[in-house]
């Protein structure tokens, strides 16, 4: 099992650019979220997707959309990139929202110019 | 929301000493879980404990939900160790909160 992959590892983009993370889990979880890592500030939930079909905004959501595509699948989308969303962004999934285990991906590292 | 406050925020280490972590919640929590984010940014689940004891060969844990901290004890720590060591919790129905992370290097 490849647990949970995300795709691209890094971007640059500049300032108004957009841009989509993909993240993709293969261990039948129901639930799937997106956080983002910045320095000091150790990782802080931007949106969340209990069960397929259903979204719901985390601590950060402004300017970041998010699209459960299948069960397997949970993509962020940036619609205009602004500097301060430079940041590390991981992706996690669990069983259950919010009630068990997380298993985090590898991290996609975005530079916003 | 709960607060979630690690400490210490730094940890140095001779490899072979042992070391406690510290986390503490504001308010009583349904689910608490120690990561570990090794130097290449991978982040590994530790333990999920929302109270009482586990041990996984050097690591253990202890949650005291009725006073609400969680201590991560690393035994005969090893360069491996280092990283930076997160906790989070959070109450029914809402998101996991994390504390700051405390970072630990391990020298040999």
């Known amino acids: 099992n490849a647990g949970v992959t995300q795709t691209p590892k890094f971007q640059v983009l500049k300032t108004g650019q957009s841009m989509t993370l993909q993240c993709a889990q293969d261990?039948?979880?129901?639930?799937m979220y997106w956080y983002r890592q910045d320095p000091g500030m150790g990782l802080r939930l931007i949106y969340y997707s209990a069960s397929e079909g259903t979204t719901d905004k985390g601590e950060v959501p402004n300017g970041y959309n998010v699209s459960r595509l299948n069960k397997r699948e949970f993509s962020l989308r940036l619609e205009s990139a602004a500097p301060s969303q430079t940041s590390v962004y991981f992706c996690?999934?669990?069983?259950?929202?919010?009630?068990?285990?997380?298993?985090f991906g590898p991290g996609t590292r975005l530079t916003v110019l | 929301g709960i607060q979630v406050e690690q400490s210490p925020p730094d940890l140095i280490l001779q490899e072979g000493a042992n070391s406690t972590l510290r986390c503490n919640f504001s308010?009583?929590?349904?689910?608490l879980q120690w990561f570990h984010q090794n130097p290449w940014g991978q982040l590994i689940n530790l333990f999920y404990?929302?109270?009482g004891t586990k041990q996984n060969g050097r690591l253990s844990a202890t949650t005291v939900a009725t006073e609400r901290y969680s201590l991560l004890y690393i035994s005969s720590s090893q360069t491996t160790d280092s990283g930076v060591y997160f906790c989070?919790?959070?109450?029914?129905?809402?998101?996991?909160?994390f504390g700051k992370g405390t970072t630990l290097s391990v020298s040999s």
């Open positions: 989070a919790a959070n109450q029914a129905g809402t998101a996991l909160i």
């Open positions: 996690a999934s669990s069983e259950q929202a919010n009630t068990d285990t997380q298993y």
């Open positions: 261990m039948n979880h129901n639930s």
């Open positions: 404990i929302p109270s």
């Open positions: 308010d009583s929590v349904n689910n």
